[in-house]
């Protein structure tokens, strides 16, 4: 038993939260609230949109009162170009990119120490919180960031960004 007890109090470990159903993800985008940076995501609009349907406008008023700003890269579709016609008052930058290429339907936002997994088609949540993690996903999130700018779907259809 010292032995076992010993494998688990190792330090500096990740700390990994697991959170289950609709409360579960209205949980993990509460914690994203005490962010002390900008947030960086990859967001499905439609899926959030359709699975937490009253819960985002409250969340979008609440992080900007907080002045937590984010860059979204969303795969295009209809949900994603209306989202992004309120980047300014939401304190968002986003960036479409081609949903036949590169779609995807989980979220994922990194912050602070944390990167927050929301799976919509799932329900279910998961907080990681480790810096050297978190370091890595900004590092690779900032990759993705900037070929997402220069493909934008908004560029090529001549819709503003």
């Not at 995501?41 to 409250?58: D, K, R, S």
């Not at 979008?60 to 300014?88: C, L, N, S, V």
């Not at 994922?108 to 329900?123: G, H, L, R, T």
């Amino acid at each position: 038993i010292p032995e076992l007890k010993s494998i688990h109090n190792v330090t500096g470990r990740p700390k990994i939260m697991f959170y289950e159903g609709e409360e579960g993800l209205q949980r993990v985008y509460e914690d994203t609230l005490s962010s002390h940076e900008p947030i960086r995501g990859y967001a499905n609009v439609e899926n959030m949109h359709t699975t937490l349907p009253h819960y985002f406008p409250e969340y979008f008023r609440r992080r900007t009162e907080k002045g937590i700003a984010i860059r979204g890269i969303f795969p295009d579709d209809a949900a994603a170009f209306e989202r992004a016609t309120h980047d300014k008052e939401e304190m968002r930058e986003s960036t479409i990119i081609p949903a036949d290429k590169y779609y995807f339907s989980p979220e994922i936002n990194i912050y602070d120490d944390k990167i927050m997994i929301a799976s919509w088609k799932e329900k279910l949540g998961i907080i990681i919180q480790s810096k050297e993690i978190a370091d890595a996903m900004k590092s690779i999130y900032e990759l993705a960031w900037s070929e997402a700018k220069r493909i934008d779907v908004r560029k090529q259809t001549k819709i503003p960004t």
